[in-house]
């Protein structure tokens, strides 16, 4: 977003909203980071004057940004600014768009080397974000419109990520939620997912075997950040029809190949 675009962007409490609602409450916490991210400093007046809002509205509000570390008071100036937590927010945001920007050039290679859908996708929680798509010419094939989501359990993406995290982040993640069932194949119980997930660790890719949608395979394998973690996944989609067993001995580790150029294209590095 551009400083041009936030100066136009009407500040204070938006039309319509509730008084005392939390969406009003978070709208005014992000006029004040948009303030903050305008300026050098700001008093608590100036701050309050330009969101339109009470000073102890103001007050609380930063007080709360703070203890997140997306603002940071200068006590002895008297005067607030943007906090180190806005910036690895913002930072994240960077990472995921080097990663399409770089990757482009290897998914484009990878689709017309296997003739079958390409994705790259981040994950989110228990779901997995698909932010970029290189699509079969194939009559028959994957689509998955960036922005759409999956359970991270049941898809290729998401299980080659997992894997690289680690069993106690996966116990974690799944410590109140289920592995929810979408098809005969999906994986519903954590300890067989957690040996699956060590399959994944030593040959390098993930399968999912239609376990979200019958008739779809996909294979996959993590693109891994400059601290050697997973940032997203790279895949192969498309139809098991041609997807068979015979070829997963030269797709899987193509698909890692692929997930290793573009580690290293955005500078980053395998653990271990």
């Known amino acids: 977003m551009t400083t041009k675009e936030l100066t136009a962007r009407p500040r204070g409490r938006p039309r319509g909203s509730e008084p005392g609602g939390s969406v009003q409450a978070l709208d005014r916490a992000l006029s004040l980071l948009e303030l903050l991210a305008d300026a050098d400093g700001l008093t608590l007046t100036e701050l309050a004057h330009k969101a339109e809002m009470a000073p102890s509205t103001a ?11 997306f603002a940071d008071q200068d ?14 927010v913002g930072s994240a945001f960077l990472r995921n768009r080097k990663v ?30 698909f932010i970029s798509q290189f699509e079969s010419h194939a009559p028959m094939r994957a689509f998955f419109r960036p922005g759409r989501r999956g359970p991270i359990h049941a898809s290729g993406l998401g299980k080659a990520i997992l894997a690289a995290r680690g069993d106690e982040e996966v116990r974690a993640l799944f410590r ?14 954590l300890r067989a997912f957690l040996a699956e997930l060590a399959k994944i660790r030593q040959r390098g890719w993930s399968l999912d075997d239609e376990e979200h949608t019958l008739g779809m395979r996909c294979i996959a394998a993590a693109v891994y950040d400059e601290y050697g973690e997973p940032l997203a996944g790279v895949s192969v989609s498309g139809p098991s029809v041609r997807l068979p067993d015979s070829r997963l001995a030269a797709l899987g580790p193509a698909v890692a190949e692929a997930a290793a150029e573009i580690t290293e294209s955005i500078g980053g590095r395998r653990p271990g």
């Open 176 to 189: 109140d939620r289920k592995l929810a069932r979408f098809t005969d194949n999906t994986i519903t119980r």
């Open 75 to 88: 006590r002895e100036q008297g005067t607030w600014r943007i906090g180190v937590g806005a910036f690895r």
């Open 100 to 129: 399409v920007t770089m990757g482009r050039a290897v998914m484009r290679g990878l689709m017309e080397a296997t003739g079958e859908t390409v994705n790259l996708g981040i994950a989110d929680g228990a779901e997995v974000v």
């Open 59 to 69: 007050h609380r509000l930063l007080t709360t940004l703070e203890g997140r570390g």
